[in-house]
């Protein structure tokens, strides 16, 4: 059994993830061929940071494993 919120917590994770892809593809999307050269790279990096915190965050809400519900 999971605790009260977590769900809604998930949720939001889910969110979260989906926005961040959003801010990847609209910091890359239209740019000249040299601009895109300049701003994907650092898109990237922020897009990776911000996933790794999601997945940090999300494994905080899942079960260890092992664990058994009592």
């Known amino acids: 059994m999971s605790p009260p919120g977590s769900r809604e917590a998930f949720e939001i994770l889910l969110i979260e993830e ?24 650092w898109a990237w990096a922020r897009l990776q940071q911000r996933l790794r915190g999601i997945r940090r965050r999300r494994s905080r809400l899942l079960p260890a494993p092992g664990a058994e519900a009592a």
């Open 18 to 41: 989906a926005d961040s892809w959003f801010e990847y593809l609209e910091a890359t999307r239209d740019l000249r061929p040299g601009r895109y050269a300049e701003t994907e790279p």
